[in-house]
């Protein structure tokens, strides 16, 4: 398994009969999006990064920042051929809504709302954010353990500050894109900010993955920052209850500190 490959790879417009809405871009999924389910799916960092690139290239206006973001998976999204498409849900000076879709063969697999709130300077009210994460300086590279499949994982930079993924239990973790989400570009803070907290459930997985499946059904991020730089750390926890649902959940750290919140609905099983 590469690392060097992009995420995704920009393909020509489609033209004549088949020529797609305004809007909307053709890309190519590489292996390097691969998740560590399915040989055959992608994990959802990959995905929510492009997401987050249609909604920052959806009418952008400097005077707005993203400040919620929620992906939800509507089945599993291929390696190969997709579309990705965005439009403003709702305008506004103050509080707008976009959002954003990618398909495979016609078919919607995964969709994502982001609510844009006005810039204000809110400095004089700030509240005191939470003690920061340990640098990545402080973690540790560790091997990803055996069941996990290659590809997303390893298009990661991984440093450790407590639990891994062979380890049952909270994890806290900083991670770096090692390649571009999409080729030539280079990513913003809010697509690595995505990329890596969807891993949010594998750093706090309670579960043997090679006995069980606890598959995220979506992500949702709120922060009360805009995010900087090319490492984002999660602090991560997940509860797994007795009837097949869970919830991942993490603060998100960039080096400055912390910088807001994901959570994940999951749905759990045996294998």
């Known amino acids: 398994m590469t690392v060097d490959e992009p995420f995704f790879r920009l393909l020509p417009p489609a033209t004549g009969s088949a020529a797609d809405p305004p809007g909307t871009q053709r890309v190519f999924a590489t292996g390097s999006t691969a998740g560590p389910w399915f040989p055959d799916g992608q994990h959802m960092g990959p995905p929510s990064a492009l997401l987050v690139r249609a909604l920052e290239a959806c009418d952008p206006r400097p005077e707005m920042l993203l400040s919620r973001l929620t992906v939800e998976v509507l089945g599993r999204v291929p390696m190969g051929e997709l579309t ?19 398909a495979a063969d016609g078919r919607a697999v995964a969709r994502a709302a982001g609510w844009r709130l006005a810039v204000t300077d809110t400095v004089a009210a700030a509240t005191p954010p939470g003690p920061a994460m340990p640098g990545p300086e402080a973690g540790r590279e560790i091997p990803t353990p055996e069941g996990w ?43 690595r900010l995505a990329a890596v907290a969807d891993s949010t459930n594998g750093a706090a997985a309670r579960l043997d993955l090679n006995a069980w499946l606890f598959v995220n059904t979506d992500l949702t991020l709120h922060v009360h920052r ?19 649902l869970g919830t991942a959940f993490s603060v998100l750290h960039d080096g400055d500190g912390p910088v807001g919140r994901a959570a994940q609905a999951l749905t759990v099983r045996p294998r």
């Open 84 to 102: 990705v498409s965005s439009r403003v849900e709702r305008a506004g000076r103050t509080i707008e809504l976009v959002s954003a879709e990618i």
């Open 149 to 191: 499949l290659p590809g997303y994982l390893d298009a990661l930079e991984w440093r450790w500050l407590s639990g891994h993924l062979g380890e049952s239990g909270p994890g806290r973790a900083w991670g770096r894109l090692r390649v571009p989400v999409v080729d030539d570009e280079e990513p913003t803070p809010w697509q």
């Open 226 to 244: 805009a995010p900087r730089g090319e490492w984002i750390g999660l602090d991560a926890d997940s509860v797994i209850g007795p009837e097949g």
